[in-house]
């Protein structure tokens, strides 16, 4: 079965400082695939790669057998790829209404643009209660519950998660993760980075680990989960 998304030996610079030293993996339709590791490992880099905010100087970049190595972000947005960003950044000045709005900027299908705002106000029932509220005024959780929501409104086949958990207060971390749980019952293939590894291995089918812009270990989170190294190193196993 052809990936969804492949990923083949990139190798990304920031200025001469070469980050991403031949990072290969893949992502098949229907499935949460999550990348694990330390700060600095590469791990946003690697989505940076992916939805071309930064080109690889080696390897290419594949989706739906396409190559998108050298695409523009807003044309691999086009072809079915969105971005949460670490960080949310919502619009602040603009409502939760007006923020999903954008979300859809660059779709053509205006008739179906309103029931897919009301589908996601049924899969984040709070973003309705704040519709018309500035999205600067929203909690952090809420923040997040948007700036995933706008994701959506681009319709992706992918979708790009960095850090969902971050800044989140741990009552919120388990819903937030049951949301992206039914983003992907619903068709749409996740790709998460995750510090919070435990949580990352629990809603995801496989995982990639990141040591120092390289693949270090992957597999099945069942495999991950057995792993001496994993256990010691990002869940305190000893």
Known sequence: MVPLLQVKNIKTYYGNICVLKGITLEVHQGEIVCL???????????????????????GSITFGGEDITFLEPHHIV?????????????????????????????RKDISAIQQDIEDVFKLFPRL?????????????????MLAIARALMAKPKL????????????????SI?????????????VLLVEQNTKLALAIANRGYVLQTGSVSLSGTTKDLRSSEMVQKTYLGIA
């Open 36 to 58: 694990i590791g330390s700060n600095g490992a590469g791990k946003t880099t690697t989505l940076k790669s992916i939805t071309g905010l930064l080109h690889p100087q080696e």
């Open 78 to 106: 086009e072809k079915g790829i969105s971005m949460v960003p670490e960080g949310r950044h919502v619009f602040s000045k603009l409502t939760t209404l007006e923020n999903l709005e954008m979300g859809a900027y660059s």
């Open 128 to 144: 309705k209660e704040r519709s018309k509220q500035s999205a600067g005024t929203l909690s952090g959780g809420e923040q997040q």
């Open 159 to 174: 979708l790009l998660l960095d850090e969902p958990s971050m800044g989140l207060a741990p009552i919120l971390l388990e």
């Open 177 to 189: 993760f049951e949301n992206v749980k039914e983003i992907n019952a619903q068709g749409t293939t």
